[in-house]
């Protein structure tokens, strides 16, 4: 599978929200054959929120080294270990009731877009 992604694609997307790298997720399936193929593929992964197999709180990172990181609402505290090329945030649309209640400051989206670059 590894050398099929590496051929026939310029990119993968880790979108398997939920797999953080807690415990009793990182090695049950299908989360541990996904995370073991993106280990070994050599084309850039874009990962969503946070990085598979990544502790999305301050614990360490993963076995995966992201490219791109596109936090969702708002970054994680794990996007401070992020040493990727690009890091985007996409929620343009959160409500002012979860900005106050999680201190979040209002990111500046250029017109109509969904999704900033950091």
């Known amino acids: 599978q590894v ?3 590496n051929d026939a694609y ?3 997307v880790d979108a ?3 797999a953080e790298g807690t415990e009793g997720t990182e090695g049950t399936e299908p989360c541990a054959a996904i ?3 993106l280990q070994h593929v050599r084309i850039p992964i874009v990962s969503l929120d946070v990085p598979s ?6 614990g360490g990172s993963g076995a995966i080294s992201p490219d791109v990181l ?10 401070r270990r992020f040493r990727g090329r690009r ?14 209640k999680f201190g979040l400051g ?13």
Do not use: I, M
């Open 70 to 79: 596109v936090s969702l609402l708002a970054p994680k505290e794990v996007t």
């Open 87 to 100: 890091h985007f945030l996409a929620g343009r649309f959160v409500p002012e009731e979860l900005r106050r």
């Open 10 to 12: 310029n990119a993968v």
């Open 53 to 58: 197999g990544w502790a999305a709180g301050s």
């Open 106 to 118: 209002p990111a500046e989206y250029p017109g109509s877009d969904c999704v900033v670059a950091l």
């Open 35 to 37: 995370l073991a193929t």
């Open 3 to 5: 050398q099929l992604l």
């Open 16 to 18: 398997v929200l939920g």
